[in-house]
C-alpha cells in the first residue's frame, strides 16, 4: 500500500492574491469619468479633470456633463451610460442630493469604484444621513466600492492616476499616506515636495461611507510599493474591521497613526467634522497597542518614524546610550528619553573599563557619555564601536556640536560604517546649520537618521521602542488557563440565567448578591455573602460566619452603597450588628426613594476580611466605538481620585492580562515591595482571563466592576461587586459589539475516528504553540516537501515568531480547526491536524489549506476536518472556498472531487480547487 499523500498547507499570512481586487478599480482603474466635470475656472469639477489627464495614468478619461459637448476639448456625455466604453471609476463632484441616483446610474453601467468629493451628508444630519443610506443601497446591488463622501480624493503617484482636486502630483515613493482631512492632505502634500518625500498612495478617505480603513490598510499591506503607512484619523468608523487589518499588517509593515482629539474640545470638533461619534482617548490608545500600531503626537513624527523605521533595526529593549561632544544636548537628550519612557544604559564594567582606555581622563565616567569637546572623528568612532557591544544597549544616540575643534563632516564619514553593523537602531544628532550640512547629508544616504536636535532623536527612539513592545505583545505566547477545560457552555448557561431572572423582573442593577453569585459561576473567589432582611436574621447569620462582620446595604436600586452610608465595617459582637442594621436603614431612608422599588431589603452579611493585601478594582463598560472595555487598576473607595488604572479590549489571554497589570503603578507594590511578599501575579492574570470571559458571554451586562479585589500572598478574593446591565429599550440586536471577535466555542465538536479513537475538533489559540512545536517535530521531510514544495529544517518551522503568527487567529478573517487527542502513552494532549481558511480580503472567498501529521494519514482526519471546516465557511457566510494542491498531490485532489469541489487544469505544478457554497 502506498504511503498517503499530505494535503498541502501554506502557513498563515501566505495568502495568493490571484483574485482580481475590488479596490483596483479605484486605484488601478482603465478609465475614469468625471460627473460633474466644468470648465468653470477654479473649479473643483475643472481641477479634477484637468489633473487625471495632465498626469497619465494609462488609461481615458469621460467628462460627464449633460450641459456641454466637451470640456477642456474633449468630447463629454451627457450620463454615464452614454460614455461608449467600460468605466471603471467614477469620480463624483456634483451637489450631495444628486449623488443617490448618479451611483445608481453607475452601478447600471456597470461601473465598479466611486470617488464622492461632495459633501453635504451625515455630518449636516438626518438628510444627509438618508442621502447616505440610498447611495448604499445602489452600491450593493453592483458590488460597488465607494471612497468619500466629503473627501480630496485618490492618488496612485505610481501609476500617475490623480484624481484629486490637489494643486500638484505627490512625487513617487513608499509611504502610503490615507486622511480623513482633505485640507490637512494638501498642506502635507505641499511639505513633501520640500521635504523630499515620496508616496506608494495618496488617499483622502473622507467620512468613509463604505471603504474604511480596514480596507484601506489590507490594500496598502498588499502592495509591494508601500512600505509604511500614515494615517491622519479622527474617527477610527467600524472598530473591528480596523482592529483586524492592522493586526495583520502591523507585522510587516509599519502603521503609524497621529489621532487628534486626545482633549474633549477636539474630539468634539472631529466629530462635527465627520459626523460620527467619537469614543474615550484612552480606550483608542488600547486599541493601538493590541493591534501594533504606533501612536505619534505631531504630524513631522508622522513622517519621522515612516523613515526611521524603514533604515534601522527595531531596538529589543527601551536602554539607549547617548555619546556627545557637549554636556548640554546630552542632558536635553536624557530628559526627553525619561519623560517619554525610555531609560537610559546602564554602562556594563567591561565598557567602562574599554572607555577609560581610550578617552580623556575628564570624560563623563557615565551615560550620556560624554567624550568632551575637543572628540575627533576617530574619538567618535572608537566610542561608538565600543558602547553598542554593550549588551546593555538597545539603541545609539551619537549627538555633535559643531565647537572649534570638530569635524563634523569627518566623523559622519567615520561613523557612516556603523549605520547596520551594531544590530541596534543607530540615531544622530547634528546641530548646528551650514557647518554640519555636509555631515548630516553623508548620515542620511547612509541611512542613518540625522536630527536637528538631540530631544527630538530621543522621542523618535522611544517611539520605536514603544512600536517594538506593541508588536512583541501582539505574539508573545500566553499561558493555558487551568480551567480551560470545564464546561464553557454550562458556565455561560449558569451567568444568563442569573441576568434573565433580574431582566424579567424588570430591573437593570443586580444586588451585590447577585453580582457576587454570577462572579462566583466564572471562578472568581468571592468573600461569603448571606442575605438578612431583618436584624435578628442579621445577628443569626454573624454569629454563624463569626466576628468581626460587614453589613452591606442590599438594595435593588442602589449601587455605590458608600456613598449613602450603606456600609458598616468591623462589627464584634450582636449589638453591634443590631445598631448598624438599624444605621443603614436610617442612613438611606434619608436618601428618598428612587423609581418604584424601594431602596432598602435589607442588608448582606460577610465576614470581615483582614489581609495584609492591596485594594485592586477590575471592570468593563461600554464604549460608543469599540465596545466593552475592560479596565484594571488601584481599588477602593479612592479609586476615582487616584485613577491608576490600565484599559484593554477583551478577550484576554494571560500575556495581555500580565500586561494590563504591567502599566499600573500599583504593579511594583504586587510584585513586592520593602520586605512584603508579591502577590500570585499568574493567580491574578487568570482571573482577569476568567473576568473577561465573563464580560465577552454575557452581553447584556452593560457596566461591572469588582471594587475592592483584594491580592495578597495567600489568596484574591472579591469583596464587593456591580452589575449593571442593558434596559428593555435595548434588543439582542442592538447589543453593542465586541471589537475583536473572541474565540469561537461553535466551532468545538467530537467526533470518533474509524479507529475509534475519541478526537476533538476545535480552532486554534495562541496557547496551542507548544503543542504546535510538537507536531512539527514529528512531521516527515516527504510532508514538509508536499507543504511548501521545497525542503524546510525543523529550526524555521518551530520559530516563535512562525508559529506564534500561525496560533493566533483573527476569527474574523481565518480560523483553523485542529484536530486533538490524548495521547495513549503519556495521556498527554496533542495535535494531529490542522485545517485553516483564510479569508480573502475583499471578497467573500477563502482558502483551504489542510497538513496531516505522518503517523495520522489515513485515518480519515484529513477528510473530516475538510468537511466540517466546510461547514464553519457556511456558517461564515462565504461564497466559495479555493484549494491549491499539488499536482502530485493525488489523494487532496479526490478529497476535494468527494466534497464537491471542481478541479481546474494543472498550472505551473499546482490545481486549484473550487468548491461553491
Not at 466629530?271 to 493601538?288: I, K, P, R
Not at 581610550?358 to 561608538?384: C, F, V
Not at 424588570?506 to 473567589?525: D, H, M, N, V
Not at 496557547?767 to 507536531?775: A, R, S, Y
Request: proline letters at 6%; charged letters at 20%; aromatic letters at 6%.
Amino acid at each position: 500500500m502506498t504511503k498517503p499523500i499530505a494535503p498541502t498547507f501554506e502557513p498563515a499570512h501566505d495568502i495568493y492574491h490571484y483574485e482580481p481586487r475590488p479596490l483596483d478599480a479605484i486605484f488601478a482603474p482603465k478609465n475614469v469619468a468625471v460627473i460633474g466635470a466644468t470648465e468653470n475656472q477654479g473649479s473643483v469639477g475643472r481641477t479634477i479633470l484637468w489633473n487625471l489627464i495632465s498626469n497619465p495614468f494609462g488609461g481615458t478619461v469621460f467628462p460627464v456633463n449633460p450641459k456641454r459637448p466637451s470640456i477642456l476639448g474633449i468630447k463629454a456625455y451627457p450620463s454615464i451610460a452614454a460614455v461608449p466604453e467600460q468605466v471603471d471609476l467614477a469620480v463624483i463632484v456634483t451637489p450631495a442630493p444628486t449623488v443617490p441616483n448618479i451611483i445608481g446610474e453607475c452601478v447600471n453601467a456597470g461601473v465598479k469604484g466611486a470617488v464622492v468629493i461632495s459633501a453635504g451628508f451625515k455630518e449636516i444630519g438626518a438628510q444627509g444621513v438618508e442621502l447616505e443610506r440610498q447611495i448604499m443601497e445602489h452600491a450593493r446591488r453592483g458590488k460597488m466600492r465607494i471612497i468619500g463622501p466629503n473627501c480630496l480624493g485618490v492618488m496612485n503617484a505610481t501609476t500617475g492616476l490623480n484624481a484629486t482636486f490637489a494643486a500638484a502630483m505627490a512625487r513617487p515613493g513608499n509611504v502610503g499616506f490615507l486622511t480623513q482631512s482633505g485640507a490637512l492632505a494638501t498642506a502635507i502634500l505641499d511639505w513633501s515636495f520640500r521635504e523630499n518625500v515620496g508616496f506608494s498612495s495618496f488617499i483622502s478617505i473622507g467620512s468613509m461611507l463604505d471603504v474604511d480603513w480596514g480596507d484601506l490598510i489590507y490594500y496598502l499591506g498588499d502592495d509591494p510599493r508601500t512600505e509604511s503607512i500614515v494615517i491622519y484619523m479622527e474617527t477610527i468608523g467600524d472598530a473591528r474591521s480596523f482592529l483586524s487589518a492592522a493586526r495583520e499588517v502591523a507585522l510587516v509593515k509599519p502603521i503609524i497613526v497621529i489621532k487628534p482629539g486626545r482633549t474633549e474640545g477636539a474630539a468634539r470638533a472631529a466629530a462635527s467634522h465627520t459626523g460620527s461619534l467619537t469614543g474615550s482617548d484612552e480606550v483608542l490608545e488600547a486599541a493601538f497597542r493590541r493591534s501594533g500600531v504606533l501612536r505619534v503626537n505631531t504630524i513631522a513624527d508622522l513622517f519621522h518614524m515612516a523613515e526611521v523605521l524603514a533604515k534601522q533595526p527595531r531596538p529589543k529593549g527601551p536602554h539607549l546610550t547617548i555619546l556627545t561632544n557637549a554636556g548640554g544636548p546630552g542632558v536635553i537628550a536624557t530628559d526627553a528619553l525619561i519623560m517619554n519612557g525610555g531609560e537610559l544604559t546602564d554602562i556594563s564594567e567591561e565598557t567602562m573599563k574599554k572607555l577609560n582606555e581610550i578617552l580623556p581622563p575628564q570624560w563623563s565616567h557615565n551615560n550620556p557619555i560624554d567624550i568632551l569637546g575637543d572628540a575627533s572623528p576617530e574619538r567618535y568612532a572608537k566610542s561608538l564601536e565600543i558602547a553598542a557591544q554593550d549588551t546593555n544597549a538597545d539603541g545609539m544616540l551619537v549627538i555633535l556640536t559643531p565647537q572649534a575643534m570638530t569635524d563634523p563632516t569627518e566623523t559622519a564619514e567615520q561613523l557612516k560604517k556603523y549605520a547596520q553593523s551594531t544590530g541596534k537602531p543607530f540615531f544622530t544628532s547634528w546641530m548646528g546649520g551650514a557647518d554640519v550640512a555636509a555631515g548630516t547629508a553623508i548620515l542620511n544616504r547612509a541611512k542613518i537618521p540625522a536630527f536637528g536636535y538631540p530631544d527630538e532623536a530621543a522621542r523618535m527612539f522611544n517611539y520605536m521602542w514603544r512600536y517594538t513592545d506593541n508588536l512583541r505583545g501582539l505574539y508573545e505566547t500566553p499561558v493555558l488557563p487551568s480551567e480551560v477545560d470545564t464546561d464553557t457552555n454550562s458556565t455561560r448557561a449558569q451567568g444568563e440565567k442569573i441576568i434573565n431572572a433580574v431582566r424579567t423582573s424588570g430591573r437593570t442593577i443586580l444586588t451585590e448578591f447577585e453580582s457576587k453569585q454570577l462572579l462566583a459561576t466564572y471562578g472568581i473567589p468571592i468573600v461569603e455573602t448571606r442575605i438578612a432582611t431583618t436584624e435578628d436574621e442579621a445577628v443569626k447569620h454573624a454569629n454563624e460566619i463569626g466576628y468581626p462582620i460587614v453589613l452591606k446595604l442590599y438594595s435593588e436600586t442602589i449601587t455605590h452603597k458608600t456613598d449613602v452610608g450603606g456600609v458598616q465595617l468591623d462589627l464584634k459582637d450582636a449589638n453591634a450588628v443590631k445598631n448598624a442594621f438599624n444605621a443603614i436603614k436610617q442612613s438611606v431612608a434619608a436618601v428618598g426613594q428612587v423609581g418604584n422599588l424601594p431602596n432598602f431589603l435589607g442588608v448582606t452579611v460577610q465576614p470581615m476580611i483582614r489581609l495584609d493585601g492591596y485594594e485592586l478594582i477590575i471592570g468593563a463598560s461600554i464604549d460608543p466605538q469599540f465596545g466593552p472595555v475592560l479596565l484594571f487598576g488601584s481599588g477602593g473607595q479612592l479609586v476615582e481620585v487616584f485613577k491608576d488604572r490600565s484599559l484593554a479590549l477583551p478577550p484576554l489571554n494571560t500575556t495581555l492580562a500580565r500586561r494590563m497589570i504591567e502599566r499600573t503603578t500599583i504593579y511594583k507594590a504586587l510584585k513586592g515591595v520593602r520586605g512584603r511578599k508579591p502577590v500570585d501575579l499568574i493567580a491574578l492574570e487568570q482571573l482577569m482571563v476568567r473576568f473577561s470571559q465573563l464580560v465577552v458571554e454575557q452581553r447584556w451586562i452593560k457596566e461591572i466592576d469588582i471594587n475592592p479585589l483584594l491580592a495578597s500572598p495567600e489568596r484574591l478574593i472579591a469583596l464587593d461587586a456591580r452589575v449593571v446591565i442593558h434596559g428593555a429599550e435595548v434588543t439582542r440586536e442592538q447589543l453593542p459589539r465586541l471589537a475583536i471577535r473572541p474565540y469561537p466555542t461553535r466551532y468545538v465538536t467530537q467526533w470518533t475516528s474509524p479507529q475509534g479513537m475519541p478526537v476533538t475538533f476545535r480552532p486554534i489559540r495562541p496557547e496551542d504553540e507548544p503543542l504546535m512545536i510538537k507536531f512539527h517535530e514529528t512531521l516527515s521531510d516527504h510532508t514538509v516537501y508536499l507543504r511548501y514544495l521545497h525542503p524546510m529544517m525543523l529550526n524555521q518551522r518551530v520559530a516563535h515568531e512562525r508559529l506564534s503568527r500561525i496560533c493566533f487567529n483573527d476569527y474574523d478573517r481565518e480560523i483553523a480547526l485542529v484536530a486533538e487527542s490524548e495521547d495513549g502513552k503519556t495521556g498527554e494532549k496533542r495535535i494531529m491536524a490542522v485545517a485553516r481558511l483564510s479569508r480573502t480580503h475583499d471578497v467573500d472567498i477563502a482558502r483551504l489549506t489542510i497538513l496531516v501529521n505522518d503517523a495520522f494519514q489515513g485515518h480519515g482526519l484529513g477528510t473530516e476536518l475538510a468537511r466540517r471546516l466546510l461547514e464553519v465557511a457556511r456558517n461564515e457566510k462565504l461564497c466559495r472556498v479555493v484549494a491549491n494542491i499539488s499536482q502530485d498531490n493525488l489523494p487532496m485532489q479526490d478529497l476535494c472531487k468527494r466534497l464537491g469541489a471542481r478541479l481546474n487544469p494543472p498550472s505551473n505544478g499546482m490545481v486549484v480547487a473550487e468548491l461553491d457554497l
